[in-house]
């Protein structure tokens, strides 16, 4: 009984809901005709006729709008073809275009895997978000463009009102539909061929040395009222080859008086739930299958999830005839973050915000969604594919740099980063300290060796006048590392310009920062470059993403434990807790395919660090270390092994790489492997059995688009010699009838695919050891 009385109490309040908002519907549209000195619209006025009305308040704008889409090609978004061949083998003839729509009121962005549907007209909305790698619309409801927070008032980015039901939507209804009240207005729009990208040197070996591509769809949008003078542009950019669509935008003053921007929504979109809860946790509520990630983010962290700050899911009370009781559904995602920015903009100073990548799914398959985020991260941050071969020397002297050095070009390596504890202080710019410096990289450089520097942020205590102030106590402290320097503080500015400076005089092209900015607010109403607590988390991000910027832009690899990727950084840790690395070095051996295994489901080996203690580290005494090298050679090279053959390159720390001629040819054996296969073994890793010290355990890398298809790697962690027969995927590899296969690279073997494109693969593992084989 109580379920029937809840059943009825909800649909006379969705009545009188509907009832109130067609009301205000017709309200907010009278009064936006009279803003823009237009007739009243009488009572015997139809929707429809006020609908036209409407359109007709920017004629201008409309007949410029529709002489441009007229030259675009036409398409019907109702019947967009399903994709018919899977992007991950081959994403040749996925290519970006804009459409116009064959109603002449939308405009289409595809590539043939994903699409977005712009509705023009009596305002920019999107009517549908469409995966057409499955042929489905996920989108329930029109879905304006964002919210601005304008001096305290919100003001809509585009919109419409009147849709009767929220949890489908008909074609016929969209005609029937109203601008928001409040709501900047389409003025025009532009397309571009080419899509914003940060710059790379390409200084040095990488998987992929190509920069995306696409095409970027941009709205112009005008304020109204009291935001007149203000111009907002909507940036859709649509990558060829991949299903991601990335939005951002940037916001001009045109008039005399600053404007200040308090918070913003990039993005409330209204997706269509995957399933129907009737009751219980939202919290385990299935989302809707889209991968959404930012180049924003709150707190130091070593993945995208950890550090995500933009991505939220929330319920919509005004979709009423969900099935939930209590309408707790999270099905509305709204791309925005809880802090500031609190930016003034005036004509002087635009605003340009964060951007946002949207990626539909067409799986719940782990490893088919693992796969879509790295080909994203190997498409839209390119820079992450360079992987060079690098040491961690725990010395300044030159004596043991240049030993380094030497040994470093006999085997093989190809960068040396003075890292933590070597003594180096990159905030020393005295012209005694720059010439040290540049005297090693001359003489590394001359070895055809490229060395890097080191640099501690989080964690320090500064000053009471530097250091971010916690709002909670008006004191320092209660950072996420306890203390942090405030990066927008005189000391912050000095400190990243000493960096630059170092790095530029020196010619070092590495930076290790350990401990980046870690997402910290301040407080501070004192200190130079922001204003207090709102804007202190946005100046202090755009201050250390511009310095990664700049890196990126200048040939300098940086290597950094936190989740920079999108701003130009080149690796982030695999994850570790430091006592780890102190275990006794039979359990690092387990404990480091355990990471590689675990870690590389949704990130590029290529951009994931690991670390190998040669000497000391955190503890462990001599059972945990590798020196004296020569006395441990087993385990050394089953180290390197495991790690070139994952494609995850591991700080080797110590002073050297080698202490007898024995062990330089063990470095040499695995160097020179690891070169011959570098492609394949940057390429995708796909998940075979993880390790548990009790069975085999491997991974297998694919590309389909090498010679090499695949690499197996299979480990025997037991003291007895495994013989299996596993039943190989080789889907992911792009072959579909026979495969070439063959251990250590010598003769291969012919094998017929099975219908589910995996072969019976015979294999011998000896105790203790591993195998490899190439898939041609």
């Given at each position: 009984?109580?379920?029937?009385?809840?059943?009825?109490l909800?649909?006379?309040?969705?009545?009188?809901?509907?009832?109130?908002?067609?009301?205000?519907?017709?309200?907010?549209?009278?009064?936006?005709?009279?803003?823009?000195?237009?007739?009243?619209?009488?009572?015997?006025?139809?929707?429809?006729?006020?609908?036209?009305?409407?359109?007709?308040?920017?004629?201008?704008?409309?007949?410029?709008?529709?002489?441009?889409?007229?030259?675009?090609?036409?398409?019907?978004?109702?019947?967009?073809?399903?994709?018919?061949?899977?992007?991950?083998?081959?994403?040749?003839?996925?290519?970006?275009?804009?459409?116009?729509?064959?109603?002449?009121?939308?405009?289409?962005?595809?590539?043939?895997?994903?699409?977005?549907?712009?509705?023009?007209?009596?305002?920019?909305?999107?009517?549908?978000?469409?995966?057409?790698?499955d042929?489905?619309?996920?989108?329930?409801?029109?879905?304006?463009e964002?919210?601005?927070?304008?001096?305290?008032?919100?003001?809509?980015?585009g919109?419409?009102?009147?849709?009767?039901?929220?949890?489908?939507?008909?074609?016929?209804?969209?005609?029937?539909?109203?601008?928001?009240?409040?709501?900047?207005?389409?003025?025009?729009?532009?397309?571009?061929?080419?899509?914003?990208?940060?710059?790379?040197?390409?200084?040095?070996?990488?998987?992929?040395?190509?920069n995306?591509?696409?095409?970027?769809?941009?709205?112009?949008?005008?304020?109204?009222?009291?935001?007149?003078?203000?111009?907002?542009?909507?940036?859709?950019?649509?990558?060829?080859?991949?299903?991601?669509?990335?939005?951002?935008?940037?916001?001009?003053?045109?008039?005399?008086?600053?404007?200040?921007l308090?918070?913003?929504?990039?993005?409330?979109?209204?997706?269509?739930?995957?399933?129907?809860?009737?009751?219980?946790?939202?919290?385990?509520?299935?989302?809707?299958?889209?991968?959404?990630e930012?180049?924003?983010?709150?707190?130091?962290?070593?993945?995208?999830?950890?550090?995500?700050?933009?991505?939220?899911?929330?319920?919509?009370?005004?979709?009423?005839?969900?099935?939930?009781?209590?309408?707790?559904t999270?099905?509305?995602?709204?791309?925005?973050?809880?802090?500031?920015?609190?930016?003034?903009?005036?004509?002087?100073?635009?605003?340009?915000?964060?951007?946002?990548?949207?990626?539909?799914?067409?799986?719940?398959?782990?490893?088919?969604?693992?796969?879509?985020?790295?080909?994203?991260?190997?498409?839209?941050?390119?820079?992450?594919?360079?992987?060079?071969?690098?040491?961690?020397?725990?010395?300044?002297?030159?004596?043991?740099?240049?030993?380094?050095?030497?040994?470093?070009?006999?085997?093989?390596?190809?960068?040396?980063?003075?890292?933590?504890?070597?003594?180096?202080?990159?905030?020393?710019?005295?012209?005694?300290?720059?010439?040290r410096f540049?005297?090693?990289?001359?003489?590394?450089?001359?070895?055809?060796?490229?060395?890097?520097?080191?640099?501690?942020?989080?964690?320090?205590?500064?000053?009471?006048?530097?250091?971010?102030?916690?709002?909670?106590?008006?004191?320092?402290?209660?950072?996420?590392?306890?203390?942090?320097?405030?990066?927008?503080?005189?000391?912050?500015?000095?400190?990243?310009?000493?960096?630059?400076?170092?790095?530029?005089?020196?010619?070092?092209?590495?930076?290790?920062?350990?401990?980046?900015?870690?997402?910290?607010?301040?407080?501070?109403?004192?200190?130079?470059?922001?204003?207090?607590?709102?804007?202190?988390?946005?100046?202090?991000?755009?201050?250390?993403?511009?310095?990664?910027?700049?890196?990126?832009?200048?040939?300098?690899?940086?290597?950094?434990?936190?989740?920079?990727?999108?701003?130009?950084?080149?690796?982030?840790a695999?994850?570790?807790?430091?006592?780890?690395?102190?275990?006794?070095?039979?359990?690092?051996?387990?404990?480091?395919?355990?990471?590689?295994y675990?870690?590389?489901?949704?990130?590029?080996?290529?951009?994931?660090?690991?670390?190998?203690?040669?000497?000391?580290?955190?503890?462990?005494?001599?059972?945990?270390?590798?020196?004296?090298?020569k006395?441990?050679l087993?385990?050394?090279?089953?180290?390197?092994?495991?790690?070139?053959?994952?494609?995850?390159?591991?700080?080797?720390?110590?002073?050297?790489?080698?202490?007898?001629?024995?062990?330089?040819?063990?470095?040499?054996?695995?160097?020179?492997?690891?070169?011959?296969?570098?492609?394949?073994?940057?390429?995708?890793?796909?998940?075979?059995?993880?390790?548990?010290?009790?069975?085999?355990?491997?991974?297998?890398?694919?590309?389909?688009?090498?010679?090499?298809?695949g690499?197996?790697?299979?480990?025997?962690?037991?003291?007895e010699?495994?013989?299996?027969?596993?039943?190989?995927?080789?889907?992911?590899?792009?072959?579909?009838?026979?495969?070439?296969?063959?251990?250590?690279?010598?003769?291969?073997?012919?094998?017929?695919?099975?219908?589910?494109?995996?072969?019976?693969?015979k294999?011998?593992?000896?105790?203790?050891?591993?195998?490899?084989?190439?898939?041609?």
């Amino acid at each position: 009984m109580k379920k029937i009385a809840y059943i009825i109490l909800t649909i006379l309040l969705y009545s009188i809901n509907v009832s109130a908002k067609q009301r205000l519907s017709t309200l907010d549209l009278s009064s936006s005709l009279q803003r823009h000195n237009t007739p009243t619209i009488d009572k015997s006025t139809t929707i429809q006729d006020a609908i036209i009305a409407a359109e007709s308040l920017n004629s201008n704008d409309w007949q410029k709008i529709s002489q441009k889409l007229e030259c675009l090609p036409k398409i019907n978004h109702l019947e967009m073809r399903q994709s018919n061949k899977d992007w991950l083998i081959d994403a040749s003839d996925y290519k970006a275009e804009v459409y116009a729509g064959i109603d002449g009121k939308t405009i289409i962005i595809s590539n043939g895997l994903t699409a977005r549907v712009f509705r023009l007209t009596p305002n920019l909305a999107t009517i549908d978000i469409i995966n057409q790698m499955d042929g489905n619309g996920m989108l329930r409801a029109v879905s304006g463009e964002g919210e601005l927070v304008i001096n305290g008032t919100t003001w809509h980015l585009g919109g419409l009102d009147g849709q009767p039901e929220r949890g489908y939507l008909k074609e016929e209804w969209i005609d029937n539909m109203v601008a928001k009240n409040k709501s900047f207005i389409l003025k025009d729009f532009e397309i571009s061929d080419s899509i914003e990208t940060l710059q790379w040197a390409r200084k040095r070996w990488a998987l992929n040395k190509e920069n995306p591509t696409g095409k970027s769809l941009i709205f112009t949008l005008q304020g109204v009222d009291e935001v007149k003078e203000l111009t907002v542009k909507l940036h859709y950019d649509i990558y060829d080859h991949i299903p991601v669509i990335r939005k951002w935008m940037e916001i001009f003053n045109n008039g005399d008086k600053p404007q200040n921007l308090d918070s913003f929504k990039l993005e409330k979109l209204f997706f269509t739930e995957p399933e129907s809860p009737v009751d219980g946790d939202p919290n385990t509520f299935l989302l809707p299958n889209i991968h959404i990630e930012s180049d924003y983010h709150a707190k130091s962290a070593f993945t995208e999830r950890d550090t995500d700050c933009i991505e939220h899911w929330v319920e919509d009370k005004e979709y009423t005839s969900q099935t939930n009781y209590p309408l707790q559904t999270r099905c509305t995602m709204e791309a925005t973050y809880e802090i500031g920015p609190d930016y003034s903009i005036t004509k002087e100073r635009p605003f340009t915000s964060y951007k946002v990548y949207e990626m539909p799914m067409d799986s719940y398959d782990r490893e088919r969604k693992g796969l879509f985020k790295r080909h994203f991260y190997k498409t839209i941050a390119p820079w992450t594919t360079e992987n060079p071969i690098f040491m961690h020397l725990v010395s300044t002297d030159p004596e043991v740099v240049k030993r380094a050095v030497d040994q470093c070009q006999e085997c093989g390596y190809e960068m040396i980063i003075l890292s933590f504890g070597s003594g180096l202080n990159i905030e020393d710019i005295s012209e005694e300290n720059i010439a040290r410096f540049k005297a090693l990289v001359d003489y590394a450089h001359s070895k055809g060796i490229e060395m890097g520097c080191y640099s501690l942020l989080a964690s320090r205590w500064i000053s009471d006048e530097v250091d971010c102030i916690n709002p909670e106590t008006g004191k320092r402290g209660g950072m996420r590392y306890g203390s942090a320097p405030c990066l927008c503080s005189d000391w912050g500015e000095e400190y990243l310009n000493k960096i630059k400076t170092f790095i530029e005089r020196t010619g070092m092209s590495c930076f290790e920062h350990d401990g980046s900015y870690a997402g910290d607010v301040c407080a501070s109403t004192t200190h130079t470059h922001h204003k207090g607590l709102n804007d202190s988390h946005w100046n202090q991000f755009q201050r250390i993403t511009e310095l990664y910027n700049w890196m990126c832009a200048n040939g300098v690899y940086i290597n950094v434990p936190d989740f920079y990727l999108l701003n130009g950084s080149t690796k982030v840790a695999i994850g570790y807790r430091e006592v780890n690395w102190s275990l006794p070095r039979e359990r690092q051996i387990i404990h480091t395919r355990q990471l590689n295994y675990k870690c590389t489901w949704e990130r590029v080996p290529s951009s994931l660090w690991s670390f190998v203690p040669l000497t000391q580290y955190h503890g462990g005494g001599a059972a945990a270390t590798l020196e004296p090298l020569k006395d441990h050679l087993y385990e050394y090279k089953t180290l390197m092994f495991q790690n070139y053959g994952a494609g995850v390159q591991a700080c080797y720390r110590g002073p050297r790489l080698y202490d007898t001629e024995e062990t330089k040819q063990v470095v040499q054996e695995i160097i020179g492997w690891y070169k011959k296969y570098r492609e394949i073994l940057n390429s995708d890793i796909i998940h075979l059995r993880q390790p548990d010290a009790r069975d085999w355990d491997g991974i297998m890398h694919v590309n389909p688009q090498l010679e090499q298809k695949g690499l197996a790697l299979f480990f025997n962690p037991t003291d007895e010699e495994i013989t299996r027969t596993i039943k190989l995927p080789l889907y992911y590899t792009g072959l579909d009838k026979k495969a070439y296969i063959c251990e250590h690279g010598n003769r291969s073997k012919v094998y017929k695919l099975n219908r589910d494109y995996t072969v019976d693969l015979k294999i011998n593992i000896p105790a203790n050891g591993y195998t490899w084989y190439v898939i041609e």
